[in-house]
């Protein structure tokens, strides 16, 4: 709320998010189901959002949307829930709603009040006393609260803590058709939860500049906290430690930058690392085959952009190519002297990734007349579980060089065994060059995934 500038503008943006289109772009999600507006239930990670509006002092929308979602997105049927059930959380939110009450956030002793639908709770406590919650009127029609009592006191509060829970008695809601939009909106009758104790700086950020570049590059740092100062400093300058930043920085080289935030009276914030790569003059890459949008990596560059992905597939570093060979050809701009060429790949059989069945090389002098230096067959068993890269290596006497072209073979479908059986593959890469070491990753959440390796050799450094 603080962020946004204030709670209205909060529940703006709620608004907007359970009243949007639900229609998703993109490849099929099979996680994103439940959908109310782009509000997923089916998704665990949202569940606390509905009574979010509690927070901003307008709890009637609160209990709003948890009976549209209660009365919309369960039911009695074998495939009563919306989504998985990942150890029991759809089925939990379901209990604790409606009784009337969820903790949103859980390592506090405070549960945000929504719309109970049963006229009458009993909760038997460890320690042998019971909390009652009554719902007087309740009904489909009659999801409002009006009025609510502790104990025969009036209870204005739209959240309950745990120690009056455990403390046993009657929590009782006068319930109707229309919200009152007096109850539990003034100071001390709604949830709050902030951290007001050891903050910590926000750290700062690029707010602008690409991670690589051809000639080059200016880049923009930022912080939340328009308060705090920047400090920043170039990894490997031994003259200058952290400066202030005040202005945009300019590179012509390959640079990493290292920031942190830094605000009086508080923790400093953690230190960023930011590599801003160039791409040698020159050097070009033509793909045959295009690659899919949702694994595009760096884009049309992305294979000689010295940006290498890691085991995890997930973190964006990945290019995918889906009921297709990679195919490409890379121009290094002049010609060197090459010695050796390894293409390293991904298996992560669980995520539907695969080694290739083989990978061929071919180079040429002039992007034409292309030699075909060899073939490397996969040594990796299909059915091997361990997330793992390998190395697919060719060496061969030293030739020059300027055109490589990387052939990766698509397995076609996934194994029969497999849960994914008959599905097509989707092979995915990420590479990066250098003048001694280049990297291409090829990488499948379907079934390929690696990386291009090439050493290089120059007349100075034979």
């Known amino acids: ?4 500038g204030s709670p209205e503008k909060m529940v703006e943006r709620l608004d907007q998010l359970f009243s949007a289109s639900s229609e998703t772009s993109g490849r099929h999600q099979s996680d994103i189901t439940g959908l109310i507006g782009q509000y997923a239930h089916g998704n665990e990670p949202s569940h606390h959002m509905a009574y979010l509006y509690d927070y901003a002092g307008q709890p009637w929308k609160t209990q709003e949307v948890v009976r549209k979602i209660m009365d919309g997105l369960y039911t009695s049927k074998p495939d009563g829930l919306c989504g998985n059930e990942d ?4 089925s939990a939110w379901y209990v604790l709603s409606t009784m009337g009450f969820y903790p949103v956030t859980p390592g506090s002793n405070i549960y945000a009040i ?14 042998g006393k019971e909390f009652i919650i009554e719902a007087a009127n309740v009904s489909d029609e009659n999801k409002y609260i009006q009025t609510a009592s502790l104990n025969g006191q009036v209870f204005p509060n739209s959240f309950i803590t745990h120690q009056t829970i455990m403390e046993g008695g009657l929590l009782r809601f006068e319930m109707g058709v229309g919200p009152n939009k007096s ?18 700086t926000p750290a700062p950020f690029v707010k602008t ?3 690589v570049f051809f000639d080059k590059q200016t880049i923009e740092l930022d912080c939340i906290d328009k308060n705090a100062k920047i400090r920043y400093r170039i990894e490997g300058d031994i003259k200058v430690q952290y400066q202030e930043y005040n202005n945009p920085l300019q590179f012509n080289s390959s640079t990493k930058l290292i920031a942190f935030a830094k605000k009086d009276g508080q923790e400093d914030s953690f230190e960023i690392d930011a590599k801003f790569l ?5 050097r070009k890459i033509t793909i045959k085959n295009k690659y899919a949008n949702q694994y595009s990596a760096g884009g049309d560059v992305a294979l000689i952009d010295y940006q290498r992905g890691s085991n995890d597939f997930r973190t964006g570093a990945w290019q995918g190519y889906e009921q297709v060979n990679l195919e490409t050809v890379i121009d290094l701009g002049k010609t060197e002297i090459i010695t050796k060429l390894t293409t390293g790949f991904l298996q992560d059989i669980n995520a539907w990734i695969f080694m290739p069945e083989w990978v061929e090389y071919w180079v040429s002098a002039d992007g034409i007349n292309f030699t075909k230096t060899g073939r490397v067959d996969n040594p990796v068993a299909e059915y091997d579980w361990n997330v793992q890269t390998q190395d697919f290596s060719l060496k061969f006497k030293p030739q020059p060089v300027r055109y490589i072209k990387v052939i990766a073979k698509n397995r076609g479908i996934c194994p029969e065994w497999h849960k994914g059986a008959g599905l097509h593959p989707f092979q995915t890469s990420s590479t990066h060059f250098g003048v001694v070491v280049t990297d291409c990753l090829l990488k499948t959440p379907n079934c390929i ?12 450094n034979p």
Not at 87 to 90: E, V
Not at 183 to 200: A, C, M, N, R, Y
């Open 278 to 282: 160039k791409i040698p003059k020159g």
């Open 183 to 200: 109850w539990g909106v003034s100071d001390g009758e709604f949830p709050v939860s902030e951290i007001t104790e050891h903050l910590i």
């Open 1 to 4: 709320m603080n962020l946004l």
């Open 87 to 90: 150890c029991g959380q759809m």
């Open 209 to 211: 500049g690409e991670k």
């Open 114 to 127: 929504g719309s109970p639908i049963f006229e009458r709770v009993t909760l038997n406590l460890e320690n």
């Open 449 to 460: 995934g690696g990386y291009l390796h090439f050493v290089l050799r120059t007349a100075k």
